[in-house]
């Protein structure tokens, strides 16, 4: 298997700007997963798909994010009108039915300027 | 509601020596499962294990070994003949439910030196 992919691996805004990250999680892994991780910290949840439903949403997601999944395979990450505070590292991971955890893709870095 | 505590921020350690993570969780689950990923300067996290809340036995693998303890809800990670590879962050993360599919809640992580 090929690992999870993230595109892109850097990513510089400036603060107001849109910006949309995509997802391509191992083959035939029906579950995807993404997190936000911020300098010193460990990674927090925001979202999950299993295939192409949104299953769940964290409290950190507000409503200036939003994430699809449209056909069961690679997902995207859009942030509208982007923050300073949305400066992080963004991680995907996948995770097939026999599989035993989440696998991570190497993440995007967003800097807003 | 779910926590991981990693209280130990910083280790150093001379090479060769033995050293131990802790981790401390919160759940009020009886089904969870328990994780340990190791985060090297390349940035990408590494899946080293995952145990679940019916199986206490302690696991080995090579230098690598884990402590769990429900009493105590701990599971603390060793690592023996610690060696300049080792230096990186390493989380403890927890799942809670049935199938272990859920979510991830990671601990703060603690950045692991190895002095040569």
């Known amino acids: 298997d090929t690992g999870v992919s993230q595109d892109p691996r850097h990513k510089i805004t400036k603060r107001g700007q849109n910006v949309t990250f995509r997802c391509d999680p191992i083959s035939e892994h029906n579950r995807l997963y993404w997190y936000r991780q911020t300098l010193g910290q460990g990674p927090e949840f925001l979202t999950y798909?299993?295939?192409?439903?949104?299953?769940?949403k964290s409290r950190l997601l507000s409503d200036r994010f939003s994430a699809e999944r449209p056909k069961g395979s690679f997902s995207t990450l859009e942030i509208q009108r982007t923050e300073q505070g949305d400066s992080a590292m963004y991680l995907c991971a996948s995770r097939g039915s026999t599989a035993d955890t989440q696998y991570f893709g190497p993440g995007t870095r967003l800097t807003v300027l | 509601a779910q926590k991981v505590t990693q209280a130990q921020t910083e280790i150093s350690v001379v090479e060769k020596e033995d050293v131990t993570l802790d981790c401390v969780y919160e759940t009020r689950d009886t089904t969870y499962y328990l994780f340990w990923y190791k985060q090297p300067p390349s940035g990408e996290l590494v899946f080293l294990i995952r145990?679940?809340?019916?199986?206490?036995q302690n696991e080995i693998s090579g230098r690598y070994s884990w402590n769990f303890q429900k009493s105590t809800s701990s599971f603390n990670f060793t690592i023996t003949a610690s060696q300049v590879v080792d230096s990186a962050v390493y989380f403890c993360?927890?799942?809670?439910?049935?199938?272990?599919?859920?979510?991830?809640?990671f601990g703060t992580g603690t950045r692991l030196t190895i002095i040569p």
């Open positions: 993360a927890l799942s809670e439910g049935l199938k272990g599919d859920e979510k991830l809640t």
């Open positions: 145990r679940n809340s019916f199986d206490e």
């Open positions: 798909f299993q295939n192409e439903a949104q299953l769940e």
